[in-house]
């Protein structure tokens, strides 16, 4: 990296992926000048804390952007639509975690093990999109897998953390789950459902054709991303009453065969997977153990018997680091390190 320090803003701050986003900037010793925090008027009058320093959160508005270099958004989709566009004519790079660019053909989505080379130069919109979370870790575990024997098909269930749908669905379950074990009355703000105890099969809106956006979003985006629009998939997206960590029931079909011994040897090599596959020793990747850290986790490797080149596995990763702020600011970094900012 050069030695440049850069003044960065984090839209929605104050929320459940903006406040991971500081915390890994600090562990990643970004150079960070100066951070502008910025959130809705709920938040007017607060400050966050950054690197021993407190500053005051900024109530997003179009002058908020002067300055800045690089625009974390994630503050939700309506907010990125509007202003994303004002910070990047102000000069700014934005990298978006919602997912109002995330299909547009000008619009680079970027996931820094698979596709860094989308980051070679800046795009013309000054916008990049992080994907959303559960495409994230997919691609992370498949991209090594495609380049070595080409994904014909990947069917993927989804188990996903509450705290994907941002603070206040961290706190209904909190609520929920105390209520139902002391007998007082719990209430749904954020799901459709009492979640405490118990799986929804609905995250996001429906779509016409009986998926959710969340299940279409995991099957635009892995084509987008692999570049590869011929790999057929399909998702079942769950919520699931685990507050860090969405895991992933990974059905792969390949064109030819891949032994689960060369998987395991390709995923170990890969960037960012760390395989955790010992089921004698019942040892496998959980949500409870990838919270807090980086790595996507593979493990249950196994041959599909039921089709001819199959694999099934299971991924997880923290929902809120490598599923948005740490992808973000990786992203931030290779475009430091390429001196394009
Ligand atoms: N959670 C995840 O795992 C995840 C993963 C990938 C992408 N994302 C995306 O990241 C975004 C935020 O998610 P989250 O989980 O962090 O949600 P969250 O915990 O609810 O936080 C939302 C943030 O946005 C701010 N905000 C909301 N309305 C605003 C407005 N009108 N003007 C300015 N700021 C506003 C909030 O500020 P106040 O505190 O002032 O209300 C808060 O800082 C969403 O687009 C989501 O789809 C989330």
Known sequence: MNRKLYTVAVVGATGAVGREMMHILQQRKFPVGKLVPIASERSQGTSVKYAGNSYDVVVLNPDAFKGVDIALFSAGGDRSREFAPIAASCGAVVIDNSNAFRME????????????QMLSSL???KIISNPNCSTIQLVVALAP???YAR????VVSTYQAVSGAGQSAIEELNSQAKAHLEGGK?????????IAFNCIPHIDVFEENGFTREEMKVVRETKKIMDDQSIAVTATAVRVPVFHGHSEAVWIEFESDVDPEKAREILTDAPGVTVVDDPSAERYPMAIDAAGTDPVYVGRIRRDFSIQHGLNMWIVADNLRKGAALNAVQIAEVLVSNNLI
Request: hydrophobic content about 35%; charged content about 30%.
């Open 145 to 147: 897998l495609h380049r």
């Open 186 to 194: 719990s209430e749904k703000k954020v799901f459709p459902h009492n």
């Open 123 to 125: 795009p013309g919109r």
């Open 151 to 154: 994904i014909k098909r990947v």
């Open 105 to 116: 053909e000008d619009i680079p989505l970027v996931v820094p093990e698979v596709n860094a």
